[in-house]
């Protein structure tokens, strides 16, 4: 049986994606190598959002040339984000690369990889299915479903922000039928899914024929409170509903209102803002102005009270001056985040911001970067702190890296319903994954909280084996606070 070791760098979509790719390859008699020197096949699931990503990823497939020159037969993929971008041209550019795949093209991965393993010459494939849209589920082997999952609601992009080359490697805006999300999630929640986290690059911009229309003629409506209620609706055994990342355009009235009906719905929402400059975000077309943003926010958070958002912030986009970083800084104070991601603007192949001068010295990318790192971690610990004392609910998604805990259990890592980590620590033998348990917090760091579990809570949690953790594959390259 050949064996596969899957290296995944970058987003959500691209875990996403690594454990579909393992999905089909498991499908197709392939199992999981132990090492990347133990596989016959590795792939490299990339990420192209920004250059340095691109870059780790051509540094970490170099260091595969020697391994590779010993077993000629070993199979070596790149996938995602820059085998979309580049096709073809990896091939030349790294020779010791076999296949590469993009992302609308992993049902198709298996047989590619056979027929390099039967002696076939290097082959690119990255075609987007605009045609016949391909969504895969991951099916849970029974038992072994995670206490949260993604699942893909639709792929692509039509946004076209001008520092973004998403819509380049993603392809145009396709939506998976509701149909098939709400079959995914009720086959999670039978095999023991407890959260569920949807995924799209505007997740909030859905569309359905299947649903009733939308709730006014505004043009930014869209049907996803109505894929929210159907999912409430039919799956009333799921305990969270999250989704990432909404484009703050289509977070309308109606949105906020679904978030006033389903008690399903997280009390959290991670809302890129990218800046809070008007005159920036009209250059990275984000279709927004600054008033605007906050108006919405303001709305979700009426619509359920105590309500947290995070975001994704660029420092250092072109032609942006002191005073317009100065303007983001002092939006996440108004807006009050509790946390963000933050990046220096990165010039991208295709985007129409190339036409504009990269020209915020590096230097001035970094200090900015600091600052907004600094407000950031201020606004974490004005968040966190309060907390301690308090009792949360919490989803235990597994045992921690590491394992063992300071009082001889085992170390846990869970979520409250808005988002915030929490360690707690189990006795042996209990299992944990998938268990819905109030937590005292007993502590607050940087970026989580400590907690104890309630005894009521305990006594409730069953002896057995723990359920699979959400992310069994490494990941490499993300960035953030
Ligand atoms: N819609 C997506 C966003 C994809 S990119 C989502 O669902 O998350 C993730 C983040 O990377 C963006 O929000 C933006 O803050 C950042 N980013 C994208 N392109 C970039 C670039 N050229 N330079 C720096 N940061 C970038
Ligand atoms: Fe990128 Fe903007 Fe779409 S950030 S993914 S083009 S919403």
Known sequence: MPRFWVHTFGCQMNVHDSERMESVLQSQGFVAAESVEAADLVVFNTCSVRER??????????????????????????????????????????????LVVGPDNIPELPGLVLDQMAGSPPVARATFDVAAPRFLAVAPAPGQAPASAYVTTMKGCDERCSFCVVPYTRGPERYRPHEEIVGEIAALVAAGTREVVLLGQTVDSFRDPGLPPPESDDPDESQFPHLLRAIAARVPALARLRYTSPHPRHATASLARAHAELDVLARHVHMPVQSGSD?????????????????????????????????DII?????????????????????????????????????????????????????????????GEEMTRAHLAPLVGTRQTVLLEGASKGGDGPGGGVSHQGRTERNEIVHVELPRGVAGAGAI?????????????????????????????????????????????
């Open 53 to 98: 990503a691109e870059q780790k990823l051509r540094s970490e497939v170099g260091k595969l040339k020697p391994l590779k020159r010993e077993r000629p037969e070993l199979v070596i993929c790149v996938a995602g984000c820059v085998a979309q971008q580049e096709g073809e041209r990896l091939l030349q550019q790294i020779p010791h690369v076999d």
């Open 279 to 311: 005159r920036v975000l009209r250059r990275m077309i984000r279709r927004y102005t600054r008033a605007e943003y906050i108006e919405r926010v303001r709305r979700l958070q009426a619509a359920r009270a105590g309500l947290t958002l995070s975001t």
């Open 315 to 375: 420092v250092g986009f072109p032609g942006e001056t002191r005073a317009e970083a100065d303007e983001t800084l002092s939006l996440v104070r108004e807006v009050g985040f509790v946390s963000l991601f933050g990046f220096k603007y990165s010039p991208r192949p295709h985007t129409p911001a190339l036409k504009l001068a990269d020209d915020v010295p590096e230097e001035e990318k970094s200090e900015r970067l600091a600052r907004l790192f600094e407000v």
């Open 437 to 481: 348990v109030t937590v005292e917090v007993t502590a607050a760091f940087r970026h989580s909280l400590a907690g104890v579990i309630d005894p009521v809570s305990l006594s409730g949690l069953p002896r057995r084996p723990a359920a699979a953790p959400r992310r069994s594959l490494p990941v490499v390259g993300s960035e953030g606070p």
